[in-house]
């Protein structure tokens, strides 16, 4: 099995987090993960700084995607090579057409925050999405309820579990677990694509959408 937080802001290249890269690396080991995807906001590591983390981090896998703020919300795209055609306040529909022509995968994060019309939005594109982010630090209770809902409509998207993790001691409340080993993007690309993960929490810790059973 392969335990990966995949929604994870750090000081580099996100201005709002407080979770330096090399504590990342520290506190994703004692949260038991097996990698981490860094999720900045609308920005990629280079391949460079990241092969850099990744020497540091031995056995811990550790990759990049992003968060893309799109003009309809906020969105986790994994697989993209550039955000040349996705800046800042871009359609999802053109964000949408990105990630297709690119073969990335594209999971919707804390759908419903900030009263998000998420069923407008599934009702214009259609179920299209990879996976719905079930649980994280910034899914309530009551958005956890919309999601499965939503899942319990469209079984055809997969659900995620992630810590959005802005500060150290938030990296891995909520992981999702993958069956088999992740040790490349394109590996996680397709995990996301078969649906194969499953939301999982860590003991111990505040869960702020509660635990998965």
Not at 26 to 48: C, K, N, S
Request: proline share 6%; charged share 25%; hydrophobic share 40%.
């Amino acid at each position: 099995m392969a335990r990966i937080d995949h929604h994870i802001h750090t000081t580099r290249h996100s201005p709002d987090s407080f979770i330096d890269p090399d504590d990342l690396i520290d506190r994703a080991r004692e949260a038991g993960l097996d990698g981490v995807v860094i999720t900045e906001h609308d920005r990629l590591w280079e391949p460079d700084e990241l092969a850099e983390l990744q020497a540091r981090a031995g056995e811990l896998t550790v990759l990049s995607g992003v968060e893309v703020s799109a003009r309809e919300g906020h969105f986790l795209v994994y697989g993209l090579t550039d955000l040349d055609e996705c800046p800042p306040g871009v359609r999802l529909q053109t964000l949408l057409e990105v990630v297709e022509a690119q073969g990335a995968a594209i999971v919707a994060a804390h759908p419903f925050r900030w009263d998000q019309d998420f069923e407008g939005i599934v009702a214009r594109h259609g179920p299209v999405f990879d996976a719905l982010e079930l649980v994280s630090n910034n899914v309530t209770p009551d958005m956890r309820e919309q999601i499965e809902a939503m899942l319990g409509r469209f079984p055809s998207m997969g659900a995620t579990g992630s810590s959005d993790a802005h500060d150290p001691m938030t990296v891995g409340c909520y992981f999702t677990e993958f069956p088999g080993s992740i040790r490349t993007l394109a590996e996680f690309v397709s995990a996301l694509k078969a649906r194969s993960g499953r939301p999982r929490h860590r003991q111990g810790v505040a869960l702020v959408g509660g635990p998965v059973v």
